[in-house]
């Protein structure tokens, strides 16, 4: 197992994707399970902070250390089987996603949740619940989570498969692969009702697997995830639409939404039912035009929409959506649509775009990123959505805005131009957070809250449930190693 203790060498696990920025004595890269047991084991022993890294591409300094070492999932990145039978998947952690699609295409199998980053590793999606725009049909990764290994953070073994054990209303009994047995107390806090990445998963009478997901690495270390796939679409009708009026694209979102869960409903599959909505306003719109020179110069909004077909209703999804269009004034003769693999790939372009754009401009600038991951209620979406618009135009800031609008989420990413620029837009993004929170929504409903969101993530649940959570973190990390500064401060533990 190779140890790394040069500055020079470990420079880039000292910082993630939103350019928050961390330190360590040394990054160690296990290369099987037996290895990470060994150093999670000596590190409980002497009581040195342990953090685990995957991909780099998180948001919420989640994987950056504060201190203590590393451990680099990058080695354990095997693809230990893929069943096309019983369709389904076990990989190791380290498995970038993109080599995953790959390889689970060739078999005609789909992996529904999908996350934008396409470089990022399976084991952090795990750890962040981590999600994608297929998500407004087929939800985050909580939904194809079959199993997993874990070392917990005293360098025992857990294997948990989904529907084994089952905690009896908030008590959750578990046993080691040493037989050791664990009663973990589940808090009984109420999380909202809506996407959501923020703090534990807890519920009366819940699956022990879902404990893990989206704990962000404090719980334990996943070195291996089996996943549930899902066949192919046969085909797959996917357009981006152009709105003259904002309140228009909105409109035909939020109908677009409303029909498509009518129809799961009703299970009457004939008429629209929406595999992604995506939207991006106007000044998102003008940040791509210099990449993008075809994109209207008088369009508010666009809308990129997708659905699932297949050659005997090709036509009637095709018209239903042209109909819906006409019906909310989107242009149809911008409107771009993928007939070939190829033009889906571009619009698949477009839409990640922004988001490395984003990334771009925050690390030439060596800004700390800020941009909101703010989900809530159907009904409160466009309230917050035209209060943060207000907040952010009235404090005189450049941002853009775009996201996952049929999961009623929402990106708002301020692009400041100086430090100034960057303390007024750090007061705007706290309080758009907090209007999420008003409205019974989320700060975080897909990155997670790292070290960067804990305050917002005090502020969502309260000192009582916050202290909930710190409690069940001791039960399974007494010594309190494993990814110190995520989720909590620890003047509160």
Known sequence: ????????????????????QGNCNSVYFPE????????????????????????????????????????????????????PIEKYATVQPGLILSDFLEKINEKKLFYPPDPTEKKCFLGGNVATNASGEKTFKYGATREYIMGLEIVLPTGELLNLKRNNEIADNY??????????????????????????ASGYYCKSNMDAVDLFIGSEGTLGVITKIKLKLLPVPEKIISCIVFFNKEKDALEFVRQARNISFDTRLRKDFRTIDALALEYFDERALKFLSNDYQ???????????????????NEDSFFDAWLDLIRKFNGDEESAWFAVTDADKIKLHEFRHAISWKINEFISKNNFRKLGTDVAVPDIRFEELYYYSKNEATNANLNFVIYGHFGNSHMHLNILPDNNLEFERGKLVYRDICLK???????????HGIGKIKRELLFAMYGEENIKKMMQLKKQLDPNLILNKGNLFYESLI
């Open 1 to 20: 197992m190779i140890e790394k203790t040069n500055q020079d060498e470990i420079k880039k696990y000292l910082s993630d994707a939103s350019n928050f």
């Open 32 to 83: 099987n399970i037996d290895d990470v047991s060994s150093i999670i084991k000596e590190a409980n022993k002497k009581k040195i902070p342990v953090t685990i890294a995957g991909g780099g591409t998180g948001l919420t300094g989640a994987s950056v250390p504060q201190g203590g070492v590393v451990i680099s999932m990058e080695k354990m990145n095997n693809i230990i089987e893929i069943n």
């Open 171 to 196: 008590l959750l009994n578990l046993r080691t692969d040493n037989n050791k047995e664990l009663s973990i107390i589940i808090p009984d806090y109420i999380s909202p009702a809506t996407k959501n």
């Open 294 to 312: 075809q994109i209207p110069g008088d369009a508010e909004a666009a809308v990129w929409f997708e659905q699932e077909v297949n050659k005997s």
């Open 436 to 446: 999420a929170i008003e409205l019974k929504g989320t700060v975080s409903a897909e």
